[in-house]
């Protein structure tokens, strides 16, 4: 089954000497207009422990931060027993498997990638990115980590700036989120 490129968003973390940052752009488009161009994708969780950020439908990614944030309560904030909990779900359940987004979700030890796919994957390196601006994105992260020494939050902001002018479905109005 051919992966589909989600149209409308840019997620981004980076990871950096302790610290985890975690960038999504603002637009939410449907077909060619853009709808809104503030939206807030990226959140912190689990008491400000966890942050996670989404790519797709917007009800749809909406439907499964409610379902993660369940399991994280339900799991202590285990960040890997939850995420697996949610993915074992949305791929049986004859609702949420067409649902069609993607999430990051980061704690100050890792960063996942969840999909509906049954994906839970722990990206290489210090940045992971989704949606249609993350190939962008994550070359600017990985060429700000190698070749200067700036901060996790301020790589993910540059990263998410340059991927908003290149990528139509990526603005610039940024929501960035922390742990420390």
């Known amino acids: 089954m051919e992966e589909k490129v989600l149209k409308g968003t840019t997620i981004l973390c980076v990871r950096r000497n302790g610290m985890v940052a975690m960038a999504g752009d603002g637009q939410v488009t449907q077909g060619d207009q853009i709808i809104k161009s503030g939206a807030r994708k990226v959140r912190t969780l689990y008491g400000g422990r966890i942050i996670s950020g989404f790519a797709g439908g917007t009800a749809d990614a909406m439907t499964l931060l409610e379902r993660f944030e369940k399991q994280l309560d339900e799991h202590s904030g285990n960040l890997m027993r939850a995420a697996v909990t949610l993915v074992k779900d949305w791929r049986t359940d004859r609702?949420?498997?067409?649902l069609e987004a993607m999430m990051l979700v980061a704690d100050k030890d890792q960063t996942l990638l969840l999909s509906g796919?049954?994906?839970?994957?722990?990206?290489?390196?210090?940045?992971?990115?989704?949606?249609?601006?993350?190939g962008y994105a994550l070359a600017?992260?990985?060429a700000y980590l190698e070749s200067t020494e700036a901060?996790?939050?301020w790589i993910a902001r540059r990263s998410l700036e340059i991927a908003a002018e290149i990528c139509i479905y990526t603005n610039d109005s940024i929501a960035l989120e922390v742990l420390k």
Do not use: F, N, V
């Open 95 to 98: 609702a949420l498997r067409r």
């Open 117 to 134: 796919a049954g994906d839970i994957l722990e990206p290489e390196g210090q940045a992971a990115a989704i949606g249609s601006g993350a």
């Open 140 to 142: 600017a992260a990985r």
């Open 151 to 153: 901060q996790a939050d």
